[in-house]
């Protein structure tokens, strides 16, 4: 199953941030640029992505980022302004506890490294959630970066990391999104020997 962990906003958080891509999403042009947006449901933080992961390998791995999450205290977070990668990807950028943020990620990272998953080459981490895809290469997103400057959402606190399974499109359905399935959730700052996991849920 292919798996990442992440930090998924509330809903009143992504509901401000949902105001201002609509805005971008009627600009004039938008359909010229070949954007494929993301779907407010899907919008999260990925901490650590680790593709595809064999099943037998998943208990363990829970443990470890149960472990991650209780070794690290909730912090504020906020999402502010934007950035893109290259002509490729636009998203939006997080301020406020960014550190523990990134000091969440390593152990998510580390999390699955000692659990034996194997993932892509660890890089520095940058906080970003997608808001859309480029499907052409000369998409200019510049305008949409300078747009998302001035927008700065609610601060709230971050209590739990995730672990999310992907569900890639198999319809072949043009623009079609993947589908997200929240397996775990963790408290952090959670007290030892909790349970391993909480409540499932999804996220289309």
Do not use: I, K
Request: glycine letters at 12%.
């Amino acid at each position: 199953m292919r798996l990442f962990a992440a930090v998924l906003p509330p809903e009143d958080v992504t509901a401000e941030l949902g105001v201002a891509v609509d805005g971008l999403r009627r600009s004039p042009g938008a359909a010229e640029h070949g954007l494929r947006w993301t779907t407010r449901p899907s919008w999260h933080f990925t901490l650590a992505f680790y593709g595809e992961v064999d099943e037998v390998l998943v208990p363990e791995l829970s443990v470890r980022l149960e472990r991650s999450a209780r070794r690290t205290d909730p912090f504020p977070l906020s999402l502010r302004g934007g950035g893109r990668f290259g002509d490729r990807a636009l998203w939006a950028g997080a301020a406020g506890d960014v550190r523990t943020l990134r000091l969440l990620a390593d152990r998510a990272v580390a999390a699955g490294r000692r659990a034996g998953v194997t993932h892509e080459e660890h890089r520095a981490y940058r906080p970003h959630l997608t808001l859309a895809r480029s499907n052409r290469e000369s998409a200019d997103l510049a305008p949409y970066v300078s747009a998302l400057d001035g927008f700065e959402g609610r601060v709230w606190t971050v209590g739990e990391l995730c672990l999310v399974r992907s569900r890639l499109p198999v319809s072949g359905v043009a623009g079609e999104q993947p589908r997200y399935e929240v397996l775990a959730r963790w408290p952090l700052g959670g007290p030892p020997g909790g349970p391993p996991g909480g409540p499932r849920g999804g996220v289309a």
